[in-house]
């Protein structure tokens, strides 16, 4: 069985404060992780994925996401918020099959 | 890329009527997704295809509901009869290929509302 679990409903930082969103996942094998941002009245948008290799994955919008193996953590991050980033983010694993699970999701408010 | 296509963007309906949401997913792009969300139940796949062929139909909640893709460049999801229940919003997605590392492009959703 394959989840991902974001373990906060909302995340409120100043701008220009550094920011965390939380991501835990329990896969069976190596994990394929990813990150989507979903602004109101819109699809979900990709902003990143980690695969293999480095833990630091750098993706759209100055958004970066860090893969810790012990702690089976995929936390997005980005070192300076903007009033922008606010929306609503999701973490997501897929299966061998292809199929993507997502958590329940993270509101971020920044604040100016 | 014009990205994924869906339409309507809105759609109210009374109880028992036939709905029907439409997709084009971005041209080349080898697997679809039905996605539904809403705030108690957050976002379920509800069926998905790799090259026109359904691969899990597992998601879908009841025979009311279903969906086919006659050719690459267009799928549909019906239901019929709706009920107030189905109220939520329904997202196409498609991606490139089966491959895990594939991330999902989404449409913009039909937001439907069963009266």
């Known amino acids: 069985a394959q989840s991902v679990a974001q373990p906060e409903d909302q995340v409120n930082v100043a701008e220009g404060n550094p920011l965390t969103v939380k991501c835990t996942y329990s896969v069976s094998g190596n994990p394929y992780l990813f990150w989507y941002v979903q602004y109101p009245n819109r699809g979900l948008q990709f902003l990143l994925k980690y695969i293999t290799g480095d833990n630091l994955v750098k993706g759209s919008y100055g958004f970066e996401a860090e893969f810790n193996k012990s702690q089976t953590s995929f936390h997005l991050k980005k070192p300076s918020a903007l009033v922008s980033d606010s929306a609503l983010y999701f973490c997501?694993?897929?299966?061998?099959?292809?199929?993507?699970?997502f958590g329940d999701g993270t509101t971020l408010t920044v604040k100016p | 890329d014009a990205g994924v296509i869906q339409s309507p963007r809105h759609e109210v309906t009374e109880m028992g009527q036939e709905v029907t949401l439409r997709c084009k997913p971005i041209s080349g792009h080898n697997s679809l997704f039905w996605y539904r969300q809403t705030m108690m139940r957050g976002l379920e796949l509800l069926i998905y295809f790799n090259n026109n062929v359904p691969i899990d139909d597992s998601g879908m909640p009841e025979d009311r509901f279903s969906a086919k893709m006659p050719n690459a460049s267009f799928s549909t999801l019906k239901i019929q009869p709706s009920e107030p229940r189905d109220s939520a919003v329904y997202f196409c997605?498609?991606?490139?290929?089966?491959?895990?590392?594939?991330?999902?492009?989404f449409g913009n959703g039909t937001r439907l509302t069963v009266t």
């Open positions: 997501a694993g897929n299966t061998n099959a292809g199929k993507s699970t």
């Open positions: 997605a498609s991606s490139e290929s089966r491959f895990r590392g594939s991330p999902l492009h």
